[in-house]
């Protein structure tokens, strides 16, 4: 267990839907990282969170948001769900730059 | 602006042979290194680091060192095992506490 958690792990949906994947960092973590991993892309940064403020944006589409709650939980929303968002959503959190990443074990979203 | 670029796999080895998988970096000043393993169905864990030049980050028999004059962060291992088949992946992180990942090299430790 690396302290990062994420629900579901699973999540199966049609497209046109919307969806809300949720996670926990590692305790004492200020800052949490949404990424998303498909066979074609590679892993692809999302968005940046630290204390609840938004510090960095990636490849998000503007169908995707996030925030990051009082608690310090992120949620990633997305919506008008299309076949190609079908990937592995990872959350990861971290202490500062110097300590790396702890990744969750991810969200596998897929699209049908 | 900064990027990561890492061998291309798969790679396929035999048990007990030697790996190798380069990793180079494109960065501005003094950004830190990384290797992190993704085994199959799993997230990403953190392998070994090294935050400055010439520092030697090492875990599980996996190597990398820091070189600043080559802009490498290349991971080795002497004696690879069945075990160590996964995804392997370099990353930096510099100004603003973004992770930049390469594509990840995919390795087969085959008995």
């Known amino acids: 267990d690396s302290g990062v958690t994420q629900t579901p792990k699973h999540l199966i949906t049609a497209t046109g839907q919307r969806v809300t994947l949720r996670c926990s960092p590692r305790?004492?973590?200020?800052?949490v990282y949404w990424y998303q991993q498909s066979l074609d892309q590679g892993l692809q940064f999302l968005i940046h969170y630290y204390n609840g403020e938004e510090r960095a944006k990636g490849n998000i589409l503007e169908r995707f948001s996030a925030q990051q709650f009082p608690d310090l939980h992120s949620e990633l929303n997305l919506s008008s769900l299309e076949l190609g968002d079908s990937a592995l959503y990872f959350c990861a959190s971290s202490a500062g730059p110097d300590y790396g990443y702890t990744f969750g074990s991810g969200t596998r979203l897929t699209v049908v | 602006g900064d990027s990561v670029t890492q061998m291309e796999g798969p790679v396929t080895l035999s048990e007990e042979a030697f790996l190798t998988i380069n990793c180079t970096y494109t960065?501005?000043?003094?950004?830190?290194l990384f290797w992190y393993v993704q085994y199959p169905g799993e997230g990403l864990q953190l392998l070994l680091k090294a935050t400055k030049a010439d520092d030697k980050g090492s875990n599980k028999g996996f190597e990398a060192t820091y070189r600043k004059e080559t802009t490498s962060f290349h991971l080795e291992k002497g004696s690879v095992q069945v075990s160590d088949s996964a995804v392997y992946f370099c990353a930096l992180i510099h100004t603003g506490n973004q992770f930049y990942f390469g594509t990840g090299t995919s390795l087969t430790v085959i008995p």
């Open positions: 960065a501005t000043g003094y950004p830190s």
């Open positions: 305790s004492g973590d200020l800052s």
